[in-house]
């Protein structure tokens, strides 16, 4: 069965500073989809970033990029300088398939100093 | 993006009596909706999967007789706790997925939440 891990309970780094943030995962597909989602205190679910494992160029948008290391099922979320609206838990989720039930990691929360 | 609304936002019943929670899309049709249960400071915890027309199906410990998941239409799936108890108390998130047959990828798109209060 996959499994997602995130071992980082809270991570905390100063305002415009980067910060990233570890999971890692464990399947026997080849083939499937890593995520990053954001929930701020709102609790609304943001996809923030996506990366396709087939794909060996790490996903990036805008101030966030990812590390996609696939022999060592690892799925790093850096955050570069960060902003006081980037204060949220950060989930890792992991989906194979186009009809995927995604799996979570325990989250992050991500605190940001001003 | 794609829009997911969830009605009622919060809700606060009294022990026993029931409690329906509406999920739509709103400008696309929903082929699968997902339902999920989130405790305070705790990852999502998925409870059913749902397709239209289908009988919903149930994560391993999710009481089909106590959380009753209707998918009557493709912009339309509802989440009714019976006979609530305290311990029902939670945050409930939903997601709706249009599924292209053939893609590669369908992307998820999740509602705001509802914040259920047994007392």
């Known amino acids: 069965a996959q499994t997602v891990t995130q071992s980082q309970p809270e991570m905390s780094v100063q305002e415009a500073e980067t910060v990233t943030l570890s999971c890692t995962y464990d399947?026997?597909?080849?083939?499937?989809?890593l995520f990053w989602y954001k929930q701020p205190p709102s609790r609304q679910m943001i996809l923030v970033i996506r990366q396709e494992a087939y794909k060996q160029q790490n996903a990036t948008e805008n101030r966030f990029s990812v590390n996609f290391q696939k022999a060592a099922k690892s799925f790093s979320l850096k955050i570069s300088d960060s902003q006081l609206g980037d204060a949220a838990m950060y989930f890792c989720?992991?989906?194979?398939?186009?009809?995927?039930?995604?799996?979570w990691g325990a989250g992050t929360k991500l605190i940001i100093k001003p | 993006g794609a829009v997911v609304s969830q009605h009622p936002s919060r809700v606060i019943c009294k022990s026993g009596t029931s409690v329906k929670i509406e999920c739509r899309s709103l400008d696309f049709q929903a082929t699968t909706m997902f339902w999920y249960r989130q405790f305070p400071k705790q990852s999502l915890m998925l409870m059913a999967t749902?397709?239209?027309?289908?009988?919903?199906?149930?994560e391993q410990g999710v009481e089909k007789d106590k959380f009753l998941i209707n998918h009557a239409s493709l912009t339309l799936s509802t989440l009714t706790v019976t006979s609530a108890h305290p311990e029902d108390s939670s945050f409930y998130i939903c997601s709706a997925r249009q599924d292209y047959r053939g893609a590669a990828y369908n992307e998820q798109f999740f509602g705001p939440g509802t914040r259920l209060t047994v007392l």
């Open positions: 399947t026997s597909e080849s083939d499937y989809y």
């Open positions: 749902s397709n239209e027309g289908s009988k919903a199906t149930y």
């Open positions: 989720a992991y989906g194979t398939g186009s009809n995927y039930q995604l799996i």
